[in-house]
């Protein structure tokens, strides 16, 4: 068994699945006209029944349209198109994993062996129909025993069509034989059997087949077949892309963020079902603004903003997406319009947690990484020298003293080699940047030194510690003399590291004992 | 029956609970790993605000502490520090035995906000107790002039500790002097002794710690319990 999923006026739908339900249904009701073509002079190339039914006709030029009431139109993006076709499949590939992707607005799928999983054809069609609802598609949905009749039966009929094996052509009788139109070079075939008065499907198969090949040729009999329900191919499936992209192109670049938040959601909610449908999730969302360039203040030359969000583990959930992208908008402004939105999600397989009854409570994931980006909003992304200011820390391996990475910081029960010394030891505040500082020296230890702009007496000193690193790079090399000395202050005795730098020739206190 | 019985069982006969003792649930604690501090305090207690304080100028021992406190912590919970001045050094952590992989570093002031690094250490603060999950939230405000955070009202204390009180978290701050009054379940006071020194090398810190305040056990008047901590190269 064959399944069709067919989009009547696709271009339509996959302008409409965007909008929000409550809004997609109350536009589906109004005319609409897909325009294309140059923007001096568009025409439509699409339009749905309410449209046609107003008078609107392909070729029409806008103010033809205009001239036909009120109208929505709509500029035909072909990034949208495509975005809808692999939505289209993905819908499909839930349900199968054989799916052809015939033309632009309609897949096939081989329902081979999904019986026991799916129920029978009449509940199987009717999920396939509710799945697509999902994804924003009003389809029609077509059951047969070979691929061309369910193709034939999905563009014919509209909701959902059973053709039971053996009634094939009793079925397909009374459609109109321009549903075979599916090229324009068939056109002129049309024609012909136009002219010898042939209207319907049960007309063309009732026809003798060899005077058909005499005067259509091998096409002729090709046509009768279908008309027959009798043809016989295997699907050409379609590979599952890896890439879940949704994009949008606005009408008018966007200058607000709440406009741009209204499509940023939508484009999310359908990526998400997709990655669903293929029980996937995503572990890399990147976003592409963009911007009007024409309009670009003076020195800031950028047409694009580009993001990308590594996440520590994969996420299905639209909302968390939202806001992780939100918060970012929210404290970056763009120097231009918003033109075009896309959204890009890398996708990986969910993540399994076997829960554990001796295992530490963690924050939950999904809203640890909107509080982590919440909290970035706060103290900022990174440092001066590219340190992320959020994270888990790690020491790296190298000589230098205070050298360090931060690691995002995933709420994950990860295996660790740490291990508590008997007791504490005595741990150091470092002060980031190391001030300067001014030093006096009673031979070669250090006798005063000038902290918080006071002159402090050094009372017992311990050093010099050489160290030294990097020599072979002359702009990352270092070489220390440190001493650990104790100061008395104002308050008490306070211990503080100071060292000279000898490259430099400068002497810094790096840290203070506490 | 004796009067007293009678009337006692008229008014519970009115009013069920009018004669049970409500008992606080046991409060849990998280160790310092400092037994000295342990056996007076029995650790840092969850659910409420803790506060360690000590000279910022002199050195005092508090940040030996409060990593003591996080490596202990780290071995059961996850924790975050929210470091007001980004002075956290992951080395001295590190050789303390922290597992860093359950240890969230917030580095507050590295950027050009509009809020000061006080301003975002509290809002961090919140953000990060809004969120649970966390068995300690340290806030490192010591290096920070005292002068500001004796500027935090009382009612930014008393929401911090109402919160936490409704969490299974300890939540404590590092300060040079205690600010948060009744609001903190336990003040610790720190303060160095004359360190001990191997010839040229300094190999012992000599601490004292004073229970300022403790909500769980009364503090005895002299309970000013003394330890050593060695150097980390000895």
Known sequence: MFACLFAPDFSVQAALR?????????????????????????????????????GIEMDMTRLQVETCGRVWLRK?????????????????????????????????????????????????AQKIAMRAAEFGFDLNVAIAGNPDTAFYAARGFTGIT??????????????????????????????????????????????????VVERLGQEGLRLQKIARGETKRPLAPAEASADFIESFEFEEPVETLESLTFILNRLLQQVCVRLASRSLATNELRLKLELEARQLHSGENKESYQRAWKLPLPIQDPKVLFRLVYLDLEGNTQPAPIRKILVQAMAVKPRYVQSGLFNPASPEAEQLEITLARIRGVVGNADAYGTPCVGSPRVLDTHKPDSFAVQPFSGLDEESDSSLPPTPVISLRIFRPAPETNVELAGEKPCSITLHKKLLRVLAASGPWRSSGNWWDATASWTRDEWDVALKTTEGVGFYRIYLDRIKNQWFVEGGFD | MSSAAILRASIEAKIPSAFTVYRRPEQKSIPTGIFQIDSLTAGIPMSALTEICGSELASSGKTTVMISLLAQATQKHFCALVDANDSFDPSSALAAGVNFCRLLWVRCGKNQSKLKPMEQAFKTTDMLLQSGGFGLLVVDLSSLPERLVRKVPLTTWFRFSRVVEKQRAALVFLSQKPHATSCAGLVLHLKTNPAVWSGNLLTQFRLEAEIVRSREKKPTQSAKPGFSVPSQWV
């Open chain 1, 18 to 54: 965007l909008e929000p339900e409550d809004r997609r249904e109350v536009l589906k009701q109004s005319p609409i006209a897909i325009l294309e073509g140059p923007a001096s002079l568009p025409r439509v190339m699409a339009g749905n029944e309410p449209a046609r039914l107003a």
């Open chain 1, 76 to 124: 035909r993006s072909q990034a949208n198109e495509d975005a809808a076709q692999m939505a289209l499949l993905d819908c499909a590939t839930s349900f199968s994993p054989r799916v052809e992707s015939t033309a632009p607005g309609t897949v096939i799928l081989d329902l081979a062996g999904t019986e026991k999983l799916f129920g029978r054809a009449q509940a199987l």
């Open chain 1, 162 to 211: 059973i053709v039971p094996a053996g009634e094939e052509a009793e079925r397909l009788a009374s459609l109109p034989v321009d549903v075979l139109s599916t090229s324009p070079e068939m056109r002129n075939t049309l024609e012909i059997l136009d002219s010898w008065g042939i209207r319907n499907f049960r007309a063309l198969a009732l026809l003798p087949p060899v005077p």
